[in-house]
């Protein structure tokens, strides 16, 4: 889908004047007025969400009405502009829940914001506080009231309510991978609708040629006789990273790749990583930037509830947690050396970290950097159809090649 079309200053201060202005107020013991800055919409299969962007937290009511349906959002202390009035211009035919919005001035103290919709909605709203380049937020999720016989589906839903399993069973595959059933592979694109991951000096978007590798990666997978490839997203959708992992273990997943591509403060940092859990601190500096950074993409993405981590630290020291590390680094590495033959390495070895998305304690999981988005030759690989193939083709011979060696999975 289309970067949305209205963004007004999400990463600048607002101008001089308007500072000087809410400056003064401040000072003659007035709150600042909100004022709506960036007006975003990501519609999805799964849900749909509208992200307002504002100058200071906003308050707000919301109701529901039928005949039609319409979810009314109230947002108090604001005044109408053009952001919100063309609301609607950002709402396309493809949209499973939105037909139209609009919004206009209820009181002179509230704007109005009413979405009609094209089925009945379970609506979470919520606010977010600003991180990472984003101001205050106000986030309006939409998803479908009546269930469906979606898993990824039905694990939001137990997320957003505060009921996905601490520690959920994984499915039982029975039989051996490779012999008596597919080997199960769950590939994690990183990053997604609000989130966009690391930005290339170009513009070019993480989250948008990760996707395209893991789609190309998992049309190979499929072809072969013995695997089986899932997406733990298949659109520009935020998905939580808990929920991510909480796919790969309802599916019965025997590896989990997580997808990215790197960034780094300078232009000149290059090459490919692979990454693996870590049951202590992190192997380098870099490897621990790197964590936080990912670790990041549910503040930035905006979930609605504060989560502890769904994958409890001390499963990292029982022998499940140890030997599946164990097996990590055995598959990162049979990547890594096929990675080499494609693109630099940035480091000759696998790295560890506390990566929140590693954290199944039974399924090996790597997270693989194909390259440095922040690096502009690289940015200009990470576009190239090419090289996106290249990529997956290594991927999956290290796959093949961790299998060859495993006592656990048939030769494929």
Not at 114 to 126: G, H, I, M, S, Y
Not at 231 to 238: K, M, N, Q, W
């Amino acid at each position: 889908m289309s970067e949305p079309t209205f963004d007004l200053s999400r990463r600048h201060l607002v101008g001089a004047a308007a500072a000087t202005w809410l400056l003064s107020v401040s000072r003659i013991g007035f709150a600042a007025v909100p004022q709506i800055v960036a007006l975003r919409i990501w519609p999805s299969t799964t849900y749909t969400r509208i992200t307002l962007e504002s100058s200071e937290t906003l308050r707000y009511k919301q109701f529901s009405l039928s005949n039609p349906a319409r979810l009314v959002v109230d947002l108090e202390g604001v005044t109408l502009n053009a952001l919100l009035t063309g609301i609607n211009s950002q709402i396309t035919d493809a949209d499973p829940y939105i037909k139209s919005a609009r919004a206009g001035q209820f009181t002179p103290d509230t704007v109005r914001l009413v979405l009609e919709l094209k089925t009945d909605v379970a609506p979470q709203v919520f606010t977010l506080s600003p991180v990472a380049g984003f101001r205050d937020r106000l986030v309006v999720d939409l998803y479908p009231a009546k269930a469906q016989e979606d898993p990824l589906l039905a694990l939001l839903q137990d997320y957003n309510k505060g009921k996905l399993d601490e520690q959920p069973q994984l499915k039982p595959q029975p039989g051996k991978a490779g012999i008596d059933r597919p080997v199960t592979i769950v590939l994690d694109p990183g990053h997604g609708g609000e989130d966009p991951g690391a930005v290339g000096p170009s513009g070019v978007r993480e989250k948008d040629v990760v996707l395209k590798i893991a789609r190309e990666l998992q049309k190979m997978i499929n072809s072969q006789r013995n695997m089986r490839a899932h997406l733990t997203r298949d659109e520009d959708v935020f998905i939580p990273l808990g929920v991510r992992v909480a796919k790969a273990r309802k599916l019965g997943a025997d590896l989990f790749i997580s997808i990215h591509a790197d960034a780094f403060t300078t232009p000149t940092a290059r090459g490919s990583s692979v990454f693996a859990l870590s049951e202590k601190g992190a192997t380098s500096t870099a490897a621990r930037f790197l964590a936080k950074t990912q670790n990041d993409a549910d503040l930035i993405g905006g979930v609605k509830i504060g989560g502890k981590d769904k994958y409890l630290a001390h499963t990292l020291l029982d022998l499940t947690q140890t030997a599946t590390i164990n097996d990590s680094l055995k598959l990162g590495k049979a990547v890594l050396g096929r990675m080499g033959n494609l693109n630099t390495l940035h480091k000759s070895q696998v790295e560890q970290a506390g990566f929140a998305v590693l954290k199944a304690p039974d399924i090996p999981s790597i997270l693989v950097e194909t390259a440095f988005i922040s690096n502009p030759e690289e940015e200009r690989k990470l576009v190239d159809p090419a090289f996106q193939r290249q990529m997956a083709e290594a991927l999956l011979a290290g796959v093949k090649g961790y299998f060859s060696q495993s006592t656990l999975f048939a030769r494929t």
